[in-house]
């Protein structure tokens, strides 16, 4: 069965510093996705991504945040500058026309 | 942001018997409902999804209905398994675009 494959699945790094969270998406999925999950709390949307461009954001998805689809293939979410707060699950998803979503298994981002 | 909400945070059910998980949501614009299990440390696995045009879809053991006058959707498991226990999400949408999440409810089924 196709997945959708994030890597790494744990990430440390120290405040203020850049990250970049990586997804390799279904590959005849058109729609991608990225959410996250601070531990313990529900799951949130961050942003969406088709046809090469974001069709819709959060609030959470500041400045800070940006996404890429550099080879056809690869999704990534970079964090420029992180900070404590964005310690979380940060889950990648994808999906068809008529496919249900289809989601990584998630790269937990602690950030120290 | 409360669009979509899921009142029992847990619930438990013997081995054999119906599981009912309910959600409620706010926006009429919602025309996508999804239901996702998740476990620990993993990501969300994708259960069953009904669109608003249908008031039911089933998928073996799982039943979702939906009840747009009353913004409602329900999950059920017939017959409920001790690996059915994990945490069960609905998530709603329009367009397709953005779903909002429930809180989740803990599903324990005793054997």
């Known amino acids: 069965e196709p997945e959708v494959t994030q890597t790494p699945s744990h990430q440390v790094t120290q405040m203020g510093q850049e990250v970049i969270l990586r997804c390799v998406p279904i590959?005849?999925?058109?729609?991608f996705y990225w959410y996250r999950q601070i531990l313990g709390q529900k799951v949130e949307f961050l942003v969406s991504f088709y046809n090469n461009e974001i069709s819709e954001k959060s609030e959470i998805f500041d400045d800070q945040f940006s996404v890429e689809r550099p080879d056809g293939s690869n999704f990534t979410l970079k964090i420029r500058s992180t900070k404590l707060e964005d310690s979380a699950m940060y889950f990648c998803?994808?999906?068809?026309?008529?496919?249900?979503?289809?989601f990584g298994s998630g790269t937990r981002l602690t950030v120290v | 942001d409360q669009q979509v909400k899921q009142n029992s945070p847990s619930l438990s059910v013997q081995e054999g018997r119906i599981s009912i998980l309910n959600c409620d949501y706010t926006?009429?614009?919602?025309?996508?409902f999804l239901w996702y299990k998740k476990y620990p440390a993993e990501g969300p696995t994708f259960l069953i999804s009904i669109s608003s045009i249908k008031d039911k879809n089933e998928d073996g053991r799982f039943t979702v209905f939906l009840n747009k006058s009353a913004k409602h959707l329900s999950l059920h498991i017939v017959p409920s398994q001790p690996g059915d226990s994990a945490v069960y999400f609905c998530?709603?949408?329009?367009?397709?675009?953005?779903?909002?999440f429930g809180s989740g409810t803990k599903l324990n089924v005793k054997p």
């Open positions: 998803a994808s999906s068809g026309i008529d496919d249900g979503y289809t």
């Open positions: 590959s005849n999925h058109l729609y």
């Open positions: 926006n009429s614009m919602f025309d996508y």
């Open positions: 998530a709603s949408a329009y367009n397709f675009n953005k779903f909002y």
